[in-house]
């Protein structure tokens, strides 16, 4: 491996526990200023009173509501909803806590736009507008997410979940042209508050969630938090299980009235009995199995850690804006070992394959893997006048790398399976690995955004990045110098309470694929996205908007037919995503929350005849609907009570699986409803129960497709949720 670049790595994580300790030093400073203030009985004269921020309705905790005012998803600053020119949805403390979610997948599921290829929970792929969300964002620092090693957080250290659709390469430098994903981690409070959910559902669910925050110094200018859980559950499906346990702590400190400094700490640890899904036969056709069927093997296990270190220090100028510095550091260890189906069924529902000498019906997988990643972004956001002009600017510069160390062995296990008569009790395997694959990435980008009103209802957004990439495994090495991603919206206030907006995004995505008359690696993809909608504000607590949009994914890589040119590729591959978007969240009536989403996606490949993988087609349409009524403040019986119900609508979706020489199977399942119940009441201000049934009317469907062999997923069968909610 590349020495300078173990070197720079090393820096990296260096000038990383710098800053934490930087951060741990200035925390313990307020901490003994406070002490001494105390000590010297001199309040009145000598302890600044606490500060209360900007900004406020940017947590969404307490709110009770399914919409917010703020968010900062695509930028890096909080701006209200109609001030991103972009499709947003924000996934609230209150709707988080009202589904019942405990992943960031299970999250998504139920979220407007997106698609999510299940898998475990926490082990899923999250999809927009056709393509993958491949990195996340905790408080606006990036951090890798892979599916295959769980790296997904638990929502029970998440304030709110910002999800922008379409590319965000402004600030997020190389990417699917997906979207971001933002989670606002849950901040330290300066009131004393504290809660303990407890949880109990279908398949020997357990769950406990704890929840303290409060003041660390009488004035409150230092607070900490503290969230944990623990749960374990089984599974409709045979032999799966789930274990989970999580630990939060932040501690926050106000250096002065205007600088405010951050260090937080999340690890998650999961416990798996994995399954990989069930196969189809040869031709691609849904097998009717009961939900119950696992295709794996009793000795299957999963467990991975994930640590992220956050730092952060901000000052906010007195005139407005902020400037800020902070830094993310993961640490991610993983080792699984697992079988599934080795092929697909033949009619009879045998399931064989050969390789290596070995003739069997299951496959097995193992792997050892580490990553260390970091992440450190310095901008400043400004608001000013220019010749009695309205203007805001943000300037920046980030980092993103990580070192990724992997050990594999994959294997058949002798003996035919039958699909209506798996036998998971198969031999266990001796795992040999060879020697590690690494993997270093580097990424560096400085960036800017001007925002400015030539009038009073009228602003102009222009910006652009230039990143600079490099990823090296052993003797190959993939370098993009330079690449410029530009920026440009327009938003015009029709009303104080209604806007239309334009925008233009891009975002780049590195290839690995060689030319053959250069022997150079390919361009990168480029993901250019057109977008034009409405936003409106309908009353003080319900947001609205209505989008149109127009995806290319250009210069994909596909086989060169030559046959004197085998092994290399041309960018002539294109997919094109185009659709529109409806969305309403928020209070239609007082005590009436509701979320509601329709998106039509039009989705086009062109040149896949030639290009090797999958095409995950999103749905054409996708319905996503939850509603909460709470009875309240009439003086009867039905105080307290409250009562809620969702609908997910989805039509016929697909994947096409194809082959570099041309072949191509297409596995299809239809459309699908599930309708979703919820009724609860509140004891008191601080005791209150619910129960949830999910899939009332115990509708069988397949969620997901993916291959012949795996990834194809039944939906849940009708379950059922009790949580009583207790606060202090």
Same mark, same amino acid.
């Given at each position: 491996?590349?020495?300078?670049?173990?070197?720079?790595?090393?820096?990296?994580?260096?000038?990383?526990?710098?800053?934490?300790?930087?951060?741990?030093?200035?925390?313990?400073? =307020?901490?003994?200023?406070?002490?001494?203030?105390?000590?010297?009985?001199?309040?009145?004269?000598?302890?600044?009173?606490?500060?209360? !921020?900007?900004?406020?309705?940017?947590?969404?905790?307490?709110?009770?509501?399914?919409?917010?005012?703020?968010?900062?998803?695509?930028?890096?600053?909080?701006?209200?909803?109609?001030?991103?020119?972009?499709?947003?949805?924000?996934?609230?403390?209150?709707?988080?806590?009202?589904?019942?979610?405990?992943?960031?997948?299970?999250?998504?599921?139920?979220?407007?736009?997106?698609?999510?290829?299940?898998?475990?929970?926490?082990?899923?792929?999250?999809?927009?507008?056709?393509?993958?969300?491949?990195? !996340?964002?905790?408080?606006? !620092?990036?951090?890798?997410?892979?599916?295959?090693?769980?790296?997904?957080?638990?929502?029970?250290?998440?304030?709110?979940?910002?999800?922008?659709?379409? &590319?965000?390469?402004?600030?997020?430098?190389?990417?699917?042209?997906?979207? =971001?994903?933002?989670?606002?981690?849950?901040?330290?409070?300066?009131?004393?508050?504290?809660?303990?959910?407890?949880?109990?559902?279908?398949?020997?669910? /357990?769950?406990?969630?704890?929840?303290?925050?409060?003041?660390?110094?009488?004035?409150?200018?230092?607070?900490?938090?503290?969230?944990?859980?623990?749960?374990? /559950?089984?599974?409709?499906?045979?032999?799966?299980?789930?274990?989970?346990?999580?630990?939060?702590?932040?501690?926050?400190?106000?250096?002065?009235?205007?600088?405010?400094?951050?260090?937080?700490?999340?690890?998650?640890?999961?416990?798996?009995?994995?399954?990989?899904?069930?196969?189809?036969?040869?031709?691609?056709?849904?097998?009717?199995?009961?939900?119950?069927?696992?295709?794996?093997?009793?000795?299957?296990?999963?467990?991975?850690?994930?640590?992220?270190?956050?730092?952060?220090?901000?000052?906010?100028?007195?005139?407005g804006g902020h400037a800020k510095i902070s830094a993310l550091y993961s640490h991610v260890d993983v080792n699984f070992l697992y079988a599934y189906a080795a092929s697909a069924a033949s009619p009879t529902g045998n399931v064989s394959a050969t390789a290596g000498g070995i003739t069997g019906g299951t496959?097995?997988?193992?792997?050892?893997?580490?990553?260390?990643?970091?992440?450190l972004d310095a901008h400043i956001s400004k608001p000013f006048e220019f010749f009695g002009l309205e203007n805001n600017i943000i300037a920046g510069a980030d980092y993103r790398g990580s070192d990724d160390s992997l050990r594999t062995a994959t294997g058949l296990i002798a003996g035919t399976q039958n699909?209506?008569?798996?036998?998971?009790?198969?031999?266990?395997?001796?795992?040999?690995?060879?020697?590690?694959?690494?993997?270093?990435?580097?990424?560096?980008?400085?960036?800017?955004?001007?925002?400015?009103?030539?009038?009073?209802?009228?602003?102009?957004?222009?910006?652009?990045?230039?990143?600079?990439?490099?990823?090296?495994?052993?003797?190959?090495?993939?370098?993009?110098?330079?690449e410029f991603t530009p920026y440009a919206g327009i938003i015009y206030d029709l009303t104080d309470r209604l806007s239309a907006y334009a925008s233009y995004t891009e975002i780049f995505q590195p290839q690995s694929s060689l030319e053959y008359t250069t022997k150079d690696i390919l361009d990168p993809r480029?993901?250019?996205?057109?977008?034009?909608?409405? /936003?409106?504000?309908?009353?003080?607590?319900?947001?609205?908007?209505?989008?149109?949009?127009?995806?290319?994914?250009?210069?994909?890589?596909?086989?060169?037919?030559?046959? =004197?040119?085998?092994?290399?590729?041309?960018?002539?591959?294109?997919?094109?995503?185009?659709?529109?978007?409806?969305?309403?969240?928020?209070?239609?009536? &007082?005590?009436?929350? =509701?979320?509601?989403?329709?998106?039509?996606?039009?989705?086009?490949? /062109?040149?896949?005849?030639?290009?090797?993988?999958?095409?995950?087609?999103?749905?054409?349409?996708?319905?996503?609907?939850?509603?909460?009524?709470?009875?309240?403040?009439?003086?009867?019986?039905?105080?307290?009570?409250?009562?809620?119900?969702?609908?997910?609508?989805?039509?016929?979706?697909?994947?096409?699986?194809?082959?570099?020489?041309?072949?191509?199977?297409?596995?299809?399942?239809?459309?699908?409803?599930?309708?979703? !119940?919820?009724?609860?009441?509140?004891?008191?201000?601080?005791?209150?129960?619910?129960?949830?049934?999910?899939?009332?009317?115990?509708?069988?469907?397949?969620?997901?497709?993916?291959?012949?062999?795996?990834?194809?997923?039944?939906?849940?069968?009708?379950?059922?949720?009790?949580?009583?909610?207790?606060?202090?």
């Open positions: 491996m590349n020495g300078n670049k173990t070197i720079a790595q090393r820096q990296a994580i260096v000038r990383m526990t710098q800053i934490l300790l930087a951060t741990t030093v200035l925390t313990g400073l =307020a901490t003994a200023a406070q002490a001494q203030d105390g000590s010297d009985n001199q309040e009145s004269s000598t302890e600044l009173a606490p500060i209360v !921020l900007e900004g406020a309705t940017y947590e969404t905790e307490g709110t009770n509501s399914y919409t917010t005012k703020e968010i900062s998803v695509g930028d890096k600053d909080t701006r209200t909803l109609r001030e991103v020119p972009q499709s947003t949805t924000v996934m609230t403390r209150e709707r988080l806590d009202d589904g019942n979610f405990s992943s960031l997948d299970t999250v998504m599921r139920k979220t407007p736009g997106v698609v999510v290829l299940t898998n475990d929970d926490g082990r899923s792929s999250l999809y927009s507008r056709g393509f993958e969300y491949d990195t !996340l964002y905790m408080n606006g !620092l990036s951090t890798p997410v892979s599916s295959i090693y769980g790296t997904q957080p638990d929502m029970v250290v998440v304030d709110h979940i910002e999800i922008l659709r379409g &590319p965000s390469g402004l600030f997020g430098g190389a990417g699917e042209p997906a979207g =971001a994903v933002n989670m606002r981690l849950k901040q330290a409070s300066d009131q004393y508050k504290a809660s303990i959910n407890t949880i109990m559902s279908s398949w020997d669910g /357990k769950r406990i969630e704890g929840d303290v925050t409060g003041p660390l110094t009488k004035s409150g200018r230092v607070r900490g938090r503290l969230v944990g859980a623990l749960s374990t /559950k089984d599974s409709f499906i045979d032999t799966v299980d789930n274990k989970v346990g999580v630990i939060y702590g932040t501690i926050q400190a106000d250096i002065t009235d205007n600088t405010t400094a951050t260090l937080s700490i999340n690890h998650t640890r999961r416990d798996i009995t994995p399954f990989n899904g069930l196969p189809t036969f040869a031709d691609g056709t849904l097998i009717d199995l009961p939900r119950s069927t696992y295709t794996g093997a009793d000795w299957n296990n999963f467990e991975n850690n994930v640590t992220q270190y956050i730092a952060e220090l901000e000052h906010r100028f007195d005139e496959r097995w997988l193992a792997r050892d893997y580490q990553q260390d990643s970091f992440s699909i209506y008569d798996w036998s998971s009790n198969v031999a266990k395997p001796t795992v040999n690995f060879g020697s590690p694959a690494e993997t270093e990435t580097d990424q560096y980008g400085i960036y800017g955004q001007w925002r400015i009103k030539p009038i009073d209802k009228l602003t102009l957004i222009g910006g652009g990045r230039f990143s600079w990439y490099d990823a090296q495994s052993g003797a190959s090495e993939v370098k993009v110098n330079g480029t993901g250019e996205q057109y977008e034009i909608g409405l /936003k409106a504000e309908l009353t003080e607590d319900l947001n609205a908007s209505l989008a149109w949009f127009d995806l290319t994914d250009k210069n994909r890589a596909v086989s060169d037919t030559d046959p =004197a040119h085998s092994g290399y590729y041309l960018a002539a591959g294109e997919a094109h995503m185009r659709g529109i978007e409806f969305e309403i969240n928020g209070e239609i009536l &007082p005590n009436w929350e =509701a979320m509601a989403g329709y998106t039509y996606t039009n989705t086009q490949f /062109k040149n896949t005849t030639r290009a090797a993988g999958s095409e995950f087609y999103t749905p054409e349409h996708m319905v996503q609907l939850f509603t909460k009524y709470t009875f309240d403040g009439s003086g009867t019986w039905t105080d307290g009570i409250f009562v809620g119900g969702g609908v997910k609508l989805f039509s016929s979706f697909q994947n096409i699986s194809r082959t570099a020489a041309g072949g191509a199977t297409t596995i299809e399942a239809p459309g699908y409803g599930v309708v979703d !119940l919820q009724a609860g009441y509140k004891f008191n201000e601080n005791l209150t129960a619910s129960l949830s049934v999910n899939n009332v009317f115990d509708k069988k469907y397949y969620e997901r497709v993916g291959g012949t062999s795996v990834f194809n997923f039944y939906g849940e069968p009708r379950n059922v949720v009790f949580k009583l909610n207790a606060t202090f």
